[in-house]
């Protein structure tokens, strides 16, 4: 039965969540607490109504909420709500606010205040000491560098407003997460309907070259010799991966994905350059940069001094980043789908001699294949992922964190279908294995591999994942390249003290996983099925299992045991019990 209006109107909070099922949607990765009543009321009143409300995802943990919702927006492109608990719950969301940032994806995260009303009268007033110790002054302040907006619903007068208000600034490009807040007492008033048109209010259109670029970019890749394209994440929309494949038929250029977010350009393709930041930079006459963030590494390489750069993204000046200080002969903020369209469009055929020329180069610079695993000693992260490719099929999702492994991952995978390949964009490691439950709420015929490494593994709060992949039915193979540490400090440290002391005494601090059993924790949250390989001989029986496993509805894991990080133990040593206590002996006696 449907809720009729009273004279008494429903609260903000239901307000917000009628409007947020109109919008399209689908879900709210919460986690509740003391200032959300007027939230769970509302879903209660609505569900016992049989009115229609996103479907409410219950997460353990903060960093679960905010990546599942970045899963499901790199596949949808689509906003979805994440609601955490006041100023905790946004310190919870840790780094999966830096990800949604860098990654630029579209998330409406909606936390309580702390009530301030001490009115017993008043509905949703002070009723609980910690109401007064969660009443921070600057709590906007904690997530604010990294939201395109921030705001505080003060009037429930306004709440629909609010709400497309938000919704319109993280769906236009740049894409990225917005911050609402609103005190306990605020979300639990009553709320006049104020009806308004969603599609009056909706995001920015895609923009476009303007006539000159298009003429000048057509100008510069038809003249030149040795024409590269550079991106990390053109792919977001999936049909881009079709236009750069026409772009290189028209031109014969070669295209490198550095740190790809998304299946940007098929990786057998033989205008595929590989995935190596630096590679061909100073080689190229002429460099297109296509949604991207860093192209190289000055200190390591730049342009030649006779070649010039065009820039092309959705986000092409990056004010969230500090020092950024990339140099382009033109710098344009378009829609790369858009863009390529018009340059597809533009001037004449390229001279068919100096198409070749240009493939030639190609074929000459494209990066040699992998060799052959060895035939003994720890497993090989290439060999791994050699094996994990052999199981993807078109319904195939692949989501990777493996900092230390990257490039082999990318260059042995190649992944060649669009829409088939996620990584997170930024560096708030612990995103994999709840992204992969987003991405398979967004895709639930999909079968969704989540490529991570053991620290990355570690910080997405396994107990929290596993347990929200099971309980909503979102099963993932996870395959965890463990090497038993984070290697990842080990290579800084190498790349600044090369002949150091840390090198010399293989020193690191890092080996915070060795001796433990990480594949069982999901186990024991989630009911996974948890298989440790160590011998080669065993890896691909224990992946299809897995797979099996995920096809019958329950989670996976697959911890392959690599060459450890460093040999450094942590610690202190265990001592069984019984053995005589050296305490208070004097080793120089």
């Not at 695993?373 to 099929?393: D, M, N, R």
Request: aromatic letters at 6%; charged letters at 20%.
């Amino acid at each position: 039965m449907a809720l009729k209006e009273s004279a008494v109107h429903p609260s903000a909070a239901e307000r917000l969540i009628r409007l947020a099922s109109r919008l399209g949607i689908e879900y709210i990765f919460a986690n509740l607490g003391s200032d959300h009543p007027a939230f769970i009321e509302a879903l209660a009143r609505l569900r016992e109504a049989g009115e229609p409300a996103p479907r409410v995802i219950v997460c353990p943990h903060e960093m679960t909420a905010l990546s599942a919702a970045h899963g499901h927006a790199m596949l949808t492109r689509r906003a979805q709500l994440v609601l955490v608990h006041v100023d905790v719950g946004t310190q919870n969301l840790g780094g999966s606010v830096h990800n949604a940032c860098r990654g630029r994806v579209p998330v409406i995260v909606v936390a309580g205040l702390s009530p301030v009303s001490e009115d017993a009268a008043r509905t949703g007033s002070r009723t609980e000491y910690i109401h007064y110790i969660q009443d921070t002054t600057r709590q906007h302040d904690l997530v604010a560098p990294f939201m395109k907006w921030l705001y505080e619903l003060r009037d429930p007068a306004t709440t629909e407003a609010t709400l497309l208000r938000a919704h319109q600034l993280a769906a236009s490009e740049p894409q990225g997460p917005v911050y609402l807040t609103g005190a306990r007492e605020v979300w639990d008033a009553a709320a006049p309907a104020a009806a308004p048109d969603p599609g009056l209010r909706g995001p920015v259109g895609k923009a476009a070259l303007a006539p000159e670029a298009v003429e000048n970019l057509h100008a510069l890749l038809a003249g030149a010799r040795r024409p590269l394209l550079i991106t990390t994440y053109a792919g977001r929309d999936p049909a881009t991966a079709g236009k750069l494949v026409a772009l290189c038929d028209k031109y014969g250029l070669g295209v490198v994905e550095v740190g790809p977010q998304y299946m940007n350009f098929p990786g057998d393709h033989a205008c595929h350059l590989g995935y190596r930041r630096d590679w061909l930079v100073d080689e190229a006459d002429a460099i297109v940069l296509l949604d991207v963030d860093v192209p190289w590494l000055p200190r390591n390489t730049g342009p030649a001094p006779d070649a010039r750069v065009i820039h092309i993204d959705a986000d092409p000046v990056k004010p969230t980043l500090g020092a950024w200080h990339f140099e382009a002969h033109e710098r344009h903020l378009a829609d790369s789908g858009v863009a390529l369209d018009q340059l597809l469009r533009a001037g004449l055929p390229v001279d068919a001699a100096l198409k070749q020329e240009r493939l030639a180069w190609i074929r000459t610079r494209s990066p040699a294949a992998a060799g052959a695993a060895p035939a003994s000693g720890p497993l090989t992260a290439q060999e791994v992922t050699l094996a994990v490719k052999e199981l993807l099929h078109e319904r195939s999702i692949v989501l990777c964190e493996e900092p230390s492994n990257a490039y082999a991952i990318a260059s042995t995978l190649r992944m060649n279908r669009p829409g088939s390949f996620y990584a997170s964009g930024g560096s708030g490691l612990g995103w994999c294995i709840n992204a992969a439950v987003g991405a398979k709420l967004a895709a639930p015929d999909a079968e969704v591999i989540a490529l991570v490494g053991d620290g990355c593994y570690v910080f997405g709060v396994p107990a929290s994942a596993y347990w929200v992949a099971r309980t909503y039915g979102a099963p993932m193979l996870t395959v965890i390249y463990n090497n038993s540490g984070w290697r990842s400090p080990k290579v800084s440290t190498e790349l600044v003290h090369p002949a150091g002391a840390a090198h010399a005494g293989d020193a690191y601090w890092v080996a915070a996983s060795a001796g433990s059993r990480l594949a069982d924790l999901a186990a024991a949250a989630g009911d996974a099925l948890a298989i440790r390989v160590e011998d080669r001989r065993e890896l691909r029986a224990a992946l299809a299992q897995g797979l099996a496993s995920v096809r019958a509805g329950r989670p996976a894991v697959i911890e392959a045991m690599l060459a450890p990080a460093t040999s450094q133990a942590l610690g202190t040593p265990h001592i069984p019990t019984g053995t005589p206590s050296l305490r208070g002996s004097d080793p120089a006696a």
